[in-house]
């Protein structure tokens, strides 16, 4: 039950992580949309009052225009009424239906001139005194933004109704608050599934230890079953030296099963490569074929080969000479009676390929993706008889991925071809 306890507790520690990873998550993409509402509100904020700063310089300098204007028209009719001796009615200015309003006052605060746009002249000097009473020369007064300034002795005030340009307003920020609502509710879906992906490999870890500590379990406790067995009947027989020999291949068979386990660890723990050695490829790969033709001889097979010469390598050869061993023994034990194993040795560009190819039952095609997982087996009765785990063509994987390569296999009408590629330089 320990086993069942540790895989728990990795359980709840990812669910954990997990949730963290989400909360993390949303907030810094929740911040970042946050940040850009906020951005762009404030832009529209800017971009609107230099809107309204324009158009009330613009109104300002349009009310002086239409202030001179009408002095000269004053001054024209006075002319001409001093000419003619006439006592004509005086010439109304039309007023335009404007958004804008001005007032030019004396220093008596008498109005001299009055741009009531679409307002009475009484409302427009009204406010425009209220405006000069609030003793600043511009602001915001109501819903209305203003500007004094002096002219000679005189005293001009202009300002704009700003209603029309927060109504334009108004929409322009619902649009944006509503795009923020809708972007943090994708946010928190994005979150969600973001931490999914990301801990997906943890979770996988997780199911792959919980595997790989049931396996081991599973393959100790059949040797320990039996030396328990055989101890018995050593004891109650301690004459006949049979059980002894029974415990001795057990705690053989343990300690390989050990010592396949202390390398896996190794392999796929060491994450840098030590590459201070050089050596051939080549004479590895002999070096290994040569035991193994006794092996071959046994099964009724041949070895047949095709080395390319000093083919040099950096790395330790004790990784790459056990990586091979293990696909060659794989070959052999798998290999039809009187057939051929063959094991090629090329460099290809950047590449040293190895290729090891054997004749025998083909790998079914559902199986090929799980043959480089721990403790799988295509016959499990075959290899378990000859006191194979399972843990070889992990190992040759762990060893090839480590130098960063990889391993493909083909398996077609019987021809099988495990093909190992590892990068040069």
Do not use: C
């Amino acid at each position: 039950m320990v086993w069942v306890t540790v895989w728990w507790k990795k359980h709840n520690m990812v669910k954990k992580l997990q949730r963290k990873l989400r909360w993390v998550l949303s907030l810094v993409l929740i911040l970042f949309v946050l940040t850009i509402m906020i951005s762009t509100l404030f832009l529209q904020y800017v971009n609107s009052n230099t809107s309204i700063n324009d158009q009330l310089r613009a109104a300002e300098d349009k009310s002086l225009d239409n202030y001179y204007e009408s002095l000269l028209r004053v001054r024209l009719k006075d002319a001409a009424t001093d000419s003619t001796d006439s006592t004509g009615e005086e010439e109304q200015i039309p007023e335009k239906k404007v958004n804008a309003y001005g007032v030019v006052f004396d220093p008596e605060y008498k109005a001299l001139f009055v741009e009531s746009g679409n307002s009475s002249k009484a409302h427009v000097k009204k406010m425009a005194l209220k405006m000069i009473r609030s003793g600043s020369n511009s602001g915001v007064l109501s819903h209305y933004e203003y500007r004094i300034r002096d002219i000679e002795e005189n005293v001009q005030v202009t300002y704009i109704d700003r209603t029309d340009i927060q109504k334009r307003l108004i929409p322009s920020v619902i649009g944006i608050v509503a795009l923020s609502v809708i972007g943090i509710i994708g946010v928190l879906i994005l979150s969600f599934l973001l931490t999914r992906w990301l801990v997906k490999p943890i979770i996988a870890n997780v199911r792959r230890q919980k595997q790989f500590v049931a396996d081991a379990s599973h393959e100790l406790k059949t040797p320990l079953a039996v030396i328990d067995v055989n101890l018995d009947m050593a004891r109650s027989t301690p004459d006949n030296p049979k059980y002894l020999g029974y415990i001795k291949g057990e705690t053989g068979k343990m300690s390989r099963l050990i010592q396949e386990l202390l390398t896996l660890a190794q392999v796929e723990d060491q994450d840098m490569v030590d590459r201070s050695e050089t050596f051939s490829f080549s004479d590895t790969v002999e070096g290994v074929l040569l035991p193994f033709e006794a092996a071959a001889y046994d099964r009724g097979v041949t070895i047949g080969q095709d080395v390319d010469e000093d083919l040099m390598y950096s790395g330790r050869s004790v990784d790459i000479s056990r990586m091979v061993e293990t696909l060659i023994e794989n070959a052999i034990y798998h290999a039809r009676e009187g057939s051929e194993i063959f094991v090629t040795l090329k460099r290809d560009h950047k590449s040293i390929v190895l290729v090891v190819e054997n004749d025998g039952d083909t790998i079914p095609a559902d199986q090929i993706p799980h043959i480089f997982e721990r403790f799988y087996r295509v016959d499990k009765a075959r290899n378990r008889k000859n006191g194979h785990f399972g843990l070889g063509l992990a190992i040759a994987q762990g060893t090839a991925n480590r130098y960063g390569g990889n391993i493909q296999v083909t398996s077609e009408d019987g021809h099988t071809a495990f093909t190992v590629v590892l990068p040069v330089g």
